[in-house]
């Protein structure tokens, strides 16, 4: 299950001219109504999907979309065209040096049991650290 939101939808039932500035950002209602959801998912323990990106020609900017997406919590975006998908898909598949990375953060706590912090690499990791590296791990099928 996943909760999505439509910037598309909500500026028609808002009554707006646009939803996104001259540089392409969402004003103010939108990434409102994105970071809404994006919190809404976490609240209710389902997956936080971001809205399109109705630019179908523009594949840098998809990707700069859905990277920033992924940085803020999303694990998916919606697409509006079939040739966003394989960019949509490689944005949110978890690199390997992400897994890897989230490995090491497990296999710290796992080899510290009752520990509060660990240290990975010269940083001190706690359990919100250890929460990401496990959602990572499940989100690349691990």
Not at 46 to 71: H, I, K, P, Q, Y
Not at 87 to 101: G, H, K, Q
Request: hydrophobic share 45%.
């Amino acid at each position: 299950m996943g909760l999505t939101w439509g910037g598309e939808d909500l500026s028609a039932d808002l009554g707006a001219e646009a939803n996104r500035d001259e540089s392409g950002a969402y004003t103010d209602p939108y990434r409102l109504a994105r970071s809404l959801t994006l919190f809404g998912a976490a609240a209710a323990g389902v997956d936080a999907v971001d809205s399109v990106f109705t630019n179908f020609r523009d594949m840098a900017g998809l990707e700069a979309e859905c990277r920033a997406a992924r940085r803020d919590g999303f694990v998916a975006k919606m697409a509006i065209h079939p040739a966003q998908v394989p960019v949509i898909n490689e944005a949110f598949t978890p690199s390997p040096e992400a897994v890897e990375r989230a490995q090491a953060v497990i296999e710290a706590f796992r080899n510290n049991p009752g520990a509060g912090v660990v240290g990975v690499n010269g940083e001190m990791l706690d359990r919100p650290h250890l929460l990401r590296a496990e959602r990572l791990l499940r989100r690349a099928g691990l």
